[in-house]
Each structure stands twice: as C-alpha cells, then as structure tokens.
C-alpha cells in the first residue's frame, strides 16, 4: 500500500497541535510544509491509515480495525483487540465461573456483553460455550470469542450508532467480524501459513498453533476459492481461593441470642483453595467460493466452523460454614472474631465433632463447544440505478458437558478464617491435614450429565438501493429479512450414589445396604495413589490457606462412576431442560442524502417477533407430564409475540477536510438472555420442614429489551494515521432485564429426609425494569515521526438502574495506552488497558462485582524476508490479580491467578 506522509497543508491550529503531540522533529516537517516522496508502508502503518479512512468516510459512528496483513491482526485475540476501540470493554468470563487468561465477551458502552450483538459478515452466528453453568444456568446471547481465531479476520467493524437497514439486535451497538474475500487478493495465488507455539507460565507447557491459508482466482477476476484452516491448543491453570456466597446470623437463631453482636452478621458460606486446569484445542476453517461472471452480478458461499474441546478440572478444598454456623443454628465461634462493616471478618470454630469442610473434585472430560455457519451471498444489478443483495443462511452452535466425574468429601478438625480484603487471598483453615488422604469421608454425589445444549439460526433477507439522480437524497434503500431462532436443552441427568452391586442405597454411615460395595473412604482408595497441588499454588494470591492439596487424577474420577446413579429415566433432571422458539420478520425504508458539507440516513424498521418457551415446572397436585427423582412435572408453555417500531437517523457534517460532526437518534432491542427466559432453575436447598430454600428461575413473560439513544461525536483527521476525538452518547433503556423476588414451593430431599419434604424457596427472577446509561469517550491516534506512534483512549460511563441500582457490567472508567514502532524490517507494539469495578451480577443468591483490573502486553516482531516473519505475543505480562467481591470490598469473593502467556510464531509466503 502506497502512502503521502504529509502531503497537505496543515492549519495554524493543527500546526500547533502537531507540535505538542508529535514532538520537534516531526512538527519541524509540518512547520516548514515539507512534500515527502511517496513511500510503502505496510503492517501496523497501513493498517491504521485504513482503519482510520473508513472510519472518516463512515455515515455512521464506527471503529474500525484492520489486519496488519493475512492472517495477521494485532492481537492472538480478537477480544484483546477491541478492548482497544474507545467504548469497548471485555471480560474474560461469560458468568459466574471467573475470569481465566484469554478475553472471552465483548460489550460496549457500560452495559453487559448480551446487549451488544456480533455479526460475521454482516449475519448473525449461533455460539456455543464450553462451562457448563454458561451452557444452561447462566447462558446470555453473547457470541463467544474464544471460538473466533484472529486469523480468519480482514476487518472488523464496530457500529456504535444503528441505521434501519442493519439487523436488529445490538441495543448498545454491533461488532461485525469482516473475513477476506477470493477475488480481493491481488495475486492469482496465495498461500500463507503461520506455526508456532504457545507457552503459559502458570502450568508450564508448551503447545503448537498452526493456520494456513490458500486462495486462487482466476486472472478475469470472476472466480475465487479461499481455504482457511486452523489447529492451535494451549493449556491453562488458574490459581484461586473463591468464597462461595455469603449468608446472614439469623436474629433469634441460637448465636445470635448467645452473642447479640452477631445478629444479622454476613459471614462466608465457604471459602476454598480451587485448582483449575484445562487444555483447550480449537480447530476448524473456513471456505468461500465466490463468483463474478459480471459487473452486473456476483454469488459467494461462505462455510465455517470452530471446535473448542475444553476438558478441565476443577479442584475446590473448602471451608464449609453450613456444617457449623449454619445460619446461626449451629455453634458460635471461638472468642476472640471480629467484625467489621456487619461481616464477621475472622473467627475460629475449635473442633467440636462433626464436619467443617468439604473438598469438591470436579472433572468434565469432553467438555467443547462449536460454531459454525453456512451463508449465501447474491449480488444483482438491475440496472444504473437499481442493485439488490440477498443472504441466505444457517448457523449453528452446541455446547456440551458429557460427563461431570463429580467427588465430594467432608472433613471435621474444626475451621477459621480471616478476610483480607479484595487485595489479597483470605486466610483459612479446616480440617487437620488437607496433604494427605486421611481423615475425609464421602459426602454426597451430584453433578449433571449428559448436557448439551442446541442453538440454531436461519436467515433469509433481500436489500434493495434505487440511486436517486439529483437533489437532497441520494438513495433509497429497502428491504425484507426472516430469520428463526431454536435453542433447547434435553434430556439432561442428574447423577445421585449408586451401590456396585445394584442394592437399594440407603443413608447412614455407609452408602450401600452391603458395607462390602459401600464406597466409603477406605473403598475408594484409589490404585496409583494420589498427587497434590503444584508446590507454588497459590503463591501469587497472598494470605494463608490449604496450598498442598492432594487430589485423584481424572482418570481416577472417572473409574468412581461405578458408584453413581445415571439412570436417564429415573435421575432425568427436568429443572435443566428447556426449549425456545423465536421468529421475526423484518422490513424498512432508509433514504441516503447530502447537501453540501450535510449527509447521512434516515430510515425506519418494523420488527414483528414470536416467541414460545417451554419449561417444565413442578406440578405442585396437578395432573403430572414427566416425572423422575426429583418429583412431578408439568410442560408450561408461554407463547409471547411482539412488534417494534425502530427509527433512526443519523447525521454527518464536514466541517472542514479534516473535521467531522456527527450525530445520531436510534431506537434499537434486543431479545432477554436463554438463562432469563428459559434457563436452568439453581436452588440452594432448605435444610429442614419450616426452613427456607434460595436460588433462581428463569422468566419467560419478560419483554425485549429496548432502548432510545443519543449520540454525538466530533473527529480530526489532522495528519495522516492521525486522529482527535471526542464522543458523548445516553441511551435509555426500557423493559432492561433487572433482578426481583418470588416465592415458590418445591420438593426437598437430604440425608436427613430421605422421603422429601415441601419446603418454600425465595427465588430471584428476572424482571423488566429499566435503566439509563451516559458517558464520554476520548480518542487520540498520533504518530511522533514516520516509524513511531501513540495511541490513547479513555471512556467515562455513568449508568444505573431504576432505584440507582448497579447496572451489569458497567465499569465507570476504561482506559488504554499504547506506544508502536515498525520499520522495514522490525516492528514492536506495547499496550495498557485498565477497567475499573463492575457488577456481575449474583452468584448463589448473593451480589458480586469485578473489582479494577489492568493489563500488559506487548508484540516483537522482525521481518526476515519478503516471505518470512518471526513474531512473539505477549499478553498479562504484568500478571493481573482477578479480584471479586461481595456486597463491599471487605467481603471478598474470589481472587484467580492465571500467569502470563507467550506466542512465538513464523509466518511464511508461498
């Protein structure tokens, strides 16, 4: 790509400017106006010069990120490059499981990631995830990037503001992910790959990461076939303590009448030493045909697909207050606790029998996820002035967790802690020896298997241009789109202990009615002994705890199934079981205009959408459709349908040749998260009759989530690869998705009620509330001299819901800093970004936010030849602290450690 650095007149003012941002040397050149030859710059140069020309000559609000060259972006990530875009924030973690060491979710503008819509070529793409708790309890209609290798991408195009002609869908703004097309390459032949390696400190291993890439056309430019394949795993480990919950002292309860300082105290309900360890290999490609017989028409069949295979462990070595506090029913703690902000910030329980701790082992073997897509592109030009495009498609996404090879044990030898507030692990104790097998007997066996969740996408739309040949608009645009939606849950089993002879189970001090199949302690012994937790777990976190933790291998989990119960008739778990049909029809008008230094779109969307959920409920004394262990069902269905009308209108003024001024009114919606309409019922259960359970239902009575937005922005392009921006936005939500409170009964069963009991739940639900968001982004994009430049941006949001409640995933503050190099031969890029505090929502009935997180990487690379390239990535070389807490920062909830990570990967032309 050939480039003019300088080649116009800069103002007084931009002269000015240039002389405070860029430094001497360059404004030196600007002052005396000098003309520099025309010279080549590709790679991060001209990736910024293009990024930063279609977002000039956008009508709409738009970043705009663009591969460096094939199948190279910024960043291994997609996600990590976005988070750089003002306006964009990322988390590393879809729900409740806490954040790992690769961004997963992208969100715009303070608000949570299901809000903000991502399109592959300007369609809609079905994901899939790979935790379990996302697949069914907490699944949002966020897209996954962690399916999404960068190395598919040409471009990607952030839409900040909505017109009437894109699909509806991102309230808050979309992200289309751009892939390269056959006939845009500018040889008949290209064949590129990249092998390399990854390497993560935390768990000390080594992988290989490999792509290539092969596109041919033919020399007329009317035929084109581009192959895309992908094979990269790596291996992660996360180091954490985690405090499961909070619960209350009960006023009146045993405790609180023996020591009255303690009534309505919060305290933890468990706090644990969690080991997880994954290995993640993602594979898949991606094949376009394209054919251009004519100016006149074109046709492309695009096809991808993406496997995550994600089998992981995780190890949890737990305090576990139930046993002992139990909301003030049990016994007091030691003299000598403390309080502080009404939590009992340190106590100790000296052992008095009975349990203090459980040790979770959790092992999901043939946990993935998978994506993939099929689309059909038609371009026709009826004539001068009038053209269509039509897409036909299919996606679909599957996550699925076959097995969860489940061990829970308790422990007695009594428990204390000591919180430390979100900066460093708490302190804990429980049991005698947490190194060694002894002194641990079975606890109960649960888990759900057999999960697999289906979600489906098929579209069919035309769009129309009629070219206007004079006066104040330019064209009008208009078109119709179908699409249906399926998502569904079945036949999922909820595993319970099973005797190895076949005997009825029975509860006791042993699990079988034959103490000789019983699989007490000395039962499961295992063969091959047992390991412990790496020798520096943990040793990041700061505080005291259980660090040498032994544990069975997965393959020792996996020979327990003898034990377990996973009869799909009689342990079929319906509570986790679902179906969701969605269907809408689409039309709209858009009329394009200019006048003068004046253009920009106004348009008009009409949405009519269906929906009809199914969910299985307890029968509660009506007439039973499905019936298993766990009680008697009926089949609720809830048919909903509803249409939206969608304006927008969005305005463009060039100020100068360098200024522009836009502004935007929009109306858009999006649809509730599966988990809100239709996900998985979670209870924590009663402990007797007369006690009250906790958890959480879905709604599926809830409305879509709408939202009337503002928008301003103002830019100067006032150099070349240079940019001043400022940008205010507000948008009000209504029917946005909040959290409220219901009552309802269910069957209860535990050790001590075999039979069951009826016991009242509190259950918080989803509700529509509503919610405002506000805030300023700040752009700056300044190259000092011809080979080195900077970048920063900063966004402020302030949003909230209806009773100045916390809005989801809004962090006040975002900011990124940057610095790159690149000459002939080498190139080198550094970056910071930083997110303060956001809610994420609840976690076992209590509310937890991400405490401020900031974050280091940076990129070498060094160019061999014309056909070879060496590169290393690094990312969280600072080795970021992912910090949780509960209802203040003196009530931690979790703290991870994931380590840094390294890419070293050469890139070679064909």
């Not at 804990?428 to 109960?444: E, I, M, P, R, Y």
């Amino acid at each position: 790509m050939k480039v003019k650095l300088f080649s116009h007149s800069l103002s007084p003012l931009a002269q000015a400017v240039t002389l405070a941002l860029m430094g001497a040397p360059v404004a030196a050149l600007a002052q005396a106006n000098q003309q520099l030859d025309a010279v080549v710059v590709t790679g991060i140069r001209a990736s910024q010069e293009k990024s930063l020309d279609v977002k000039r000559k956008a009508e709409t609000h738009v970043e705009v990120i663009t591969a460096e060259d094939v199948g190279k972006m910024p960043d291994k990530n997609i996600a990590d490059s976005l988070q750089r875009v003002p306006g964009v924030t990322i988390s590393s973690a879809g729900a409740s499981e806490g954040g790992f060491d690769e961004n997963d979710r992208v969100s715009m503008r303070g608000t949570n990631p299901s809000l903000t819509q991502t399109l592959i070529n300007g369609h809609v793409v079905a994901s899939g995830d790979w935790f379990v708790l996302n697949q069914v309890a907490n699944a949002g209609r966020s897209v996954s990037f962690t399916m999404l290798p960068s190395e598919l991408v040409g471009q990607v195009l952030v839409r900040k503001t909505s017109e009437a002609s894109l699909v509806e869908g991102g309230l808050t703004g979309s992200v289309d992910i751009i892939t390269r097309k056959p006939l845009d390459f500018k040889k008949a032949l290209t064949a590129e790959a990249s092998v390399g390696v990854v390497y993560a400190d935390k768990p000390g291993k080594t992988d290989p990461q490999l792509s290539a890439l092969f596109n041919w056309r033919d020399d007329s430019k009317t035929l084109g076939v581009l192959v895309q394949a992908f094979s990269e795993k790596r291996h992660l480990r996360r180091d954490g303590v985690e405090v499961l919950g909070y619960n209350q002292i009960k006023p009146g309860s045993k405790v609180a009448l023996s020591n009255p300082d303690l009534s309505g105290v919060w305290y933890p309900r468990s706090i644990g030493a969690a080991l997880f360890e994954q290995e993640r290999k993602r594979e898949g490609g991606l094949v376009e045909v394209q054919l251009a017989p004519s100016r006149a028409v074109s046709l492309s069949v695009t096809g991808f697909t993406s496997t995550l295979h994600a089998n992981n462990y995780n190890r949890n070595y737990l305090t576990y207050a139930p046993f002992f506090l139990d909301e003030g029913n049990g016994t007091a703690p030691d003299a000598g606790y403390k309080v502080s902000n009404n939590t009992l910030v340190s106590a100790k329980f000296s052992d008095k029998g009975g349990n203090y701790g459980l040790y979770d082992m959790i092992s999901r073997p043939g946990a993935k996820a998978r994506t993939q897509f099929v689309n059909v592109e038609g371009k026709f030009k009826a004539s001068d002035a009038l053209s269509f495009t039509t897409k036909l498609g299919t996606s679909s996404g599957v996550g699925t967790t076959p097995y969860q090879d489940v061990m829970e044990l308790h422990m007695g030898g009594g428990a204390s802690w000591a919180l430390n507030g979100t900066d460093q692990a708490p302190d804990f104790k429980v049991g005698n020896n947490a190194s060694t097998v002894a002194g641990h007997g079975l606890d109960w066996v649960w888990g759900a298997q057999n999960v697999r969740v289906d979600d489906k996408d098929k579209w069919a739309q035309i769009d129309g241009e009629y070219a206007l040949e004079s006066g104040f608009f330019t064209a009008l645009k208009f078109g119709l789109r179908q699409h249906q939606h399926d998502r569904s849950s079945a036949d999922v089993i909820a595993q319970g202990p099973q005797c190895s002879d076949g005997k009825a189970f029975t509860w006791g001090a042993t699990w079988c009615a034959t103490p000789a199949t019983s699989p007490d302690y000395a039962a499961v012994n295992m063969a091959g002994g047992v390991q412990n937790y790496p020798s520096n777990f943990g040793s990041g976190l700061g505080g005291t705890f259980p660090q040498g933790v032994w544990y069975y291998t997965q393959a020792q989990l996996e020979s327990f199934r003898a034990f377990t119960n996973r009869e799909p008739v009689a342990r079929r778990y319906f509570d986790w079981e679902y179906a969701l049909k969605e269907k809408s029809t689409a039309g709209y008008v858009q009329a394009q205009f200019q006048s003068g230094a004046l253009s920009g779109n106004a348009g008009l969307r009409l949405v009519r959408s269906q929906q009809d959920t199914m969910l299985y409920v307890p029968a509660l004394g009506a007439k039973a459709e499905a019936s298993s262990a766990f009680g008697d069902y009926v089949i609720q269905r809830t048919p909903r349908s509803f249409t939206d009308v969608l304006p927008s209108i969005n305005l463009r003024y060039s100020l100068n040749k360098d200024m522009v001024l836009r502004g935007a009114i929009t109306r858009t919606l999006t649809r509730p998260d599966y988990a809100a309409l239709a996900g998985a019922t979670s209870l924590s259960p009663a402990a007797k009759p007369g006690d009250l359970g906790s958890g959480s239902a879905p709604n599926p009575e809830l409305n879509p989530v709408r939202s009337t937005n503002f928008d301003v922005s103002w830019e100067w392009f006032h150099a070349p690869r240079a940019l001043l921006g400022v940008s205010a936005f507000y948008m009000d939500l209504r029917s946005l998705i909040s959290i409220g409170q219901i009552t309802r009964p269910f069957k209860t069963f535990n050790q001590a009620n075999p039979n069951g009991f009826m016991a009242d739940y509190v259950l918080n639900v989803p509700v529509n509330g509503s919610g405002t968001v506000k805030g300023l982004e700040f752009t700056v994009e300044q190259p000092l001299m011809a080979n080195f430049g900077v970048n920063a941006n900063y966004t402020y949001t302030d949003a909230s819901e209806e009773g100045s409640k916390p809005m989801l995933g809004a962090s006040k503050n975002v900011m990124n800093l940057g610095a790159w190099y690149e000459d002939d031969r080498w190139n080198a890029r550094v970056s910071y970004t930083y997110r303060s505090a956001f809610f994420n929502g609840l976690d076992r009935s209590t509310a937890f936010s991400q405490d401020a997180v900031a974050s280091v990487s940076a990129s070498l690379g060094y160019k061999i030849s014309d056909n070879l390239s060496l590169t290393l990535d690094a990312r969280n070389l600072n080795n970021p602290k992912l910090k949780y807490y509960a209802l203040n920062r003196e009530q931690p909830r979790s703290i991870y450690e994931n380590g840094r990570q390294y890419y070293l990967t050469a890139r070679m032309k064909f």
